[in-house]
């Protein structure tokens, strides 16, 4: 027999057409159809438990019983047909039925052909501590799969077969199916930071599906879809619990080290076992990785991985600058320097955000044509001012913007963003990775009236907490990732990739895994 789930209403006629859409309190029904309620001829939608889809982000509590006999009304009252034998609380938000026009009475399992709302045994619904999950062929046992390994900073990647160890306790294995690439993972492959470590697998912008876990992770499970966040999110360490922070005490461990925290080794080695090295706790530019499950985001099933790929840093970091970091306000004035990814993340979140002007400065027309796109009300190009452009700035605005952002990575431009912004009460943001030894400076009299001068990492989002709901913000379409893939690339010519990067031609490639 089938189970199944069963959402009675009363005085409600669905459009069977779209039940399959229908989400209550972002219970998702996929597959659902409508069919016959003999019980008490009520339209039924039923779709199998399998597909049903619970996000830990939301409240939305099931738990299935040892009994497995289950009825309940919505808002969570218990249903008078059985006082010891229930699924849990359901609650739905008034703005849920009402979006979809539903009184939705009942949420009960059901597992028989037959769709009688009680009609339920045993043998048919086993708790949740009962149920298996099915387990991957490979679970346990190294893998051998492809990835594009960095021996030297400024030589091309070697895509080459490597062994992926099994995830140790705490940690999780994931199958990637597609990654972006980004400037951080350019900044290490081309020798700025200070640490070089090398043999070395990077990337860290990739979304995929869980392949298997280690002992004690509960967050996920195989077949699991996931963005890894290189920004973990552990939720115990002092960081997290501080609740002044995004960032935690797994992503220290390594923003700098290149192994994994429980035994400080390697799950990655070459064919002839030498250790390669991890970057940012993900390494997403391999066929598989291993991570610490504070690495791994839970996401919606139904987000297309090669898009959602792009929340696991430069989208998330420019549009979360905008809202999170400068909390920037309706009807405020903006400068964003660099219209790279992060930069044109930046200008939607301000647009998005209600800004009512807001400049790019770049020193490509193309770049600057494209960001009006993307909600540009202003250009300059600074290769064709005479002054400097904080003081262009200063003079289109009446004294500076409230808010600038530095998406670029050099101390110059930091500086300008910084002297762009109103004197009493401009905010600028640093979001650009500089180089290693390239410092910023200014007399501390730039701040003395109020300016304030302020940075973060991942936009401020935590990984694990916050990812599931950007991914949402796409599929609702606030957030719109498609503008930013430029290039689409199988994994294979990675290289290629790189070099469109580095030339500055397009925004972000997007590699698909299986091609």
């Known amino acids: ?198 043999p070395r697998i990077v990337g860290h912008e990739a979304a995929g599906i869980v392949e298997s876990v280690g002992a004690g992770v509960t967050s996920v499970q195989p077949g699991d879809h996931v963005i890894p966040a290189w920004l973990a999110d552990c939720g115990k360490c002092f960081h997290c619990k501080s609740g002044k922070s995004n960032c935690c005490d797994v992503l220290f461990h390594h923003f700098d080290g290149g192994v994994m925290l429980s035994d400080k080794k390697t799950r990655f080695t070459t064919l002839d076992g030498k250790p390669i090295y991890h970057f940012f706790g993900i390494s997403t530019f391999s066929q598989y990785s291993v991570m610490e499950e504070a690495c791994c985001a839970k996401v919606n099933p139904n987000a297309p991985l090669d898009k959602i790929c792009l929340l696991g840093c430069g989208v998330a970091t420019g549009i979360g600058s905008a809202w999170k970091i400068a909390k920037v306000t309706p009807g405020s004035t903006v ?103 390239d410092n910023v400076t200014f007399h501390p009299s730039t701040l003395l009236y109020g300016r304030t001068w302020t940075s973060g990492l991942f936009g401020g989002y935590k990984g694990r907490t916050d990812l599931p709901g950007l991914v949402e913000k796409y599929m609702d379409g606030t957030i719109n990732l498609d503008h930013y893939i430029s290039h689409k690339l199988p994994f294979s010519k990675i290289n290629e990739g790189i070099q469109l990067l580095k030339d500055g031609n397009g925004l972000r490639t997007v590699m698909n895994y299986d091609e």
Not at 13 to 19: P, R, T
Not at 338 to 359: D, F, H, M, Q, W
Not at 409 to 422: D, I, P
Request: with cysteine; aromatic share 6%; proline share 4%.
């Open 1 to 198: 027999m089938q189970r199944a789930l069963v959402v009675r209403t009363q005085g409600v006629n669905f459009d069977c057409n779209q039940i399959s859409k229908l989400a209550i309190n972002s219970v998702l029904f996929q597959g659902a159809v409508a069919v016959p309620d003999t019980h008490s001829r009520t339209p039924v939608i039923s779709c199998p438990c399998s597909q049903l889809v619970q996000r830990s982000n939301n409240k939305v509590l099931i738990k299935l019983t040892d009994d497995g006999f289950a009825a309940h009304r919505w808002r969570g009252r218990k249903s008078s047909s059985s006082s010891s034998s229930f699924i849990g609380k359901t609650l739905i938000p008034s703005r849920t039925t009402t979006q979809f026009a539903a009184s939705v009475q009942h949420l009960v399992s059901v597992s028989t052909t037959r769709t009688s709302a009680f009609a339920i045994r045993n043998s048919i619904m086993p708790s949740t501590d009962q149920q298996q999950r099915t387990a991957s062929p490979t679970e346990g046992q190294v893998i051998k799969c492809k990835a594009a390994v960095a021996y030297a900073p400024k030589e091309p990647l070697s895509f080459e077969d490597i062994l992926v160890a099994p995830p140790q306790a705490g940690e999780v294995r994931v199958k990637i199916t597609h990654s972006s690439i980004c400037q951080s993972d350019l900044y290490i492959l081309l020798g700025k930071d200070k640490n070089h470590l090398f």
């Open 335 to 437: 400068a964003v320097f660099g219209l790279g990814t992060i930069g044109l993340a930046v200008v939607e979140g301000c647009k998005a955000a209600g800004a009512s002007r807001i400049i790019g400065v770049d020193i490509s027309a193309a770049k600057l044509e494209l960001g009006k796109k993307f909600g540009l009300t202003d250009t300059i190009n600074s290769k064709e001012i005479s002054k400097p452009v904080e003081e262009v700035i200063s003079d289109m605005t009446n004294g500076g913007v409230w808010y600038s952002f530095e998406c670029i990575g050099k101390s110059g431009v930091v500086t300008s963003a910084l002297e762009s912004t109103q004197l009493v009460c401009g905010v600028a943001v640093i979001l650009g990775l500089a180089a290693d030894k």
